[in-house]
T-cell receptor, first 113, second 112 residues
């Protein structure tokens, strides 16, 4: 158990809908990262927050957005969902924002039908 | 654009043998990560390599980093069945931020 928690574990929704994935980092960690894992694209970095501020952006679609709250938990919002958004979404956390070990949560499996 | 290539992508080996997984990356970076993923599970951090010449060992696994060659290796010594998993290397995107670019993963099967 990495200490990173993610909810929900599974999510099934229809095309065009909007969902919110939640992540709580390990106690003391200030950075939160979101990654997407799919068979087609592999593991892709989406976005990083550090202490409430956006720190880096990867291959995040405009339909997706994220934020980190004052208690350091983070939410990833996915809207106008398409079949191709079906994937495993991981949150990771680290104590700092450069060169630190990233601990991955158990993931949220999103299925878009 | 940073590219990370792993090889081999699939490896079947016998218990007791040694083997090496290679990870090449395309642009300068001094932060290299190795992860393990079991089927249906999350990623488990194995090693973080932060400087040229860094070498880290944990049990039967040893990782090294050559930043000049842009190459990291993960060496498996006297493999055992429990090491069967998919192994990913990942490189930090740089600029101080730490979003990782992952290789496609090496699916390792160790047979008795």
């Amino acid at each position: 158990d990495s200490g990173v928690t993610q909810t929900p574990k599974h999510l099934i929704t229809a095309t065009g809908q909007r969902v919110t994935l939640r992540c709580s980092p390990r106690s003391g960690d200030l950075s939160v990262y979101w990654y997407q894992q799919s068979l087609d694209q592999g593991l892709q970095f989406l976005i990083q927050y550090y202490n409430g501020e956006e720190r880096a952006k990867g291959n995040i679609l405009e339909r997706f957005s994220a934020q980190q709250f004052p208690d350091l938990h983070s939410e990833l919002n996915l809207s106008s969902l398409e079949l191709g958004d079906s994937a495993l979404y991981f949150c990771a956390s680290s104590v700092g924002d450069g060169g630190y070990e990233q601990y991955f949560g158990p993931g949220t499996r999103l299925t878009v039908t | 654009e940073l590219k990370v290539e792993q090889n081999p992508l699939f490896l079947s080996m016998q218990e007791g043998k040694n083997y090496t997984i290679y990870c090449n990356y395309s642009t300068t970076s001094d932060r290299l990560y190795w992860y393990r993923q079991d089927p249906g599970k999350s990623l488990e951090s194995l090693f973080v390599l932060l400087s040229n010449g860094a070498v880290k060992q944990e049990g039967r696994l040893m990782a090294s980093l050559d930043t000049k060659a842009r190459l990291s290796t993960l060496h498996i010594t006297a493999a055992v069945h429990d090491l069967s998993a998919t192994y990913f290397c990942a490189v930090a995107t740089g600029g101080g931020a730490d979003g990782l670019t992952f290789g496609k993963g090496t699916h390792l099967i160790i047979q008795p």
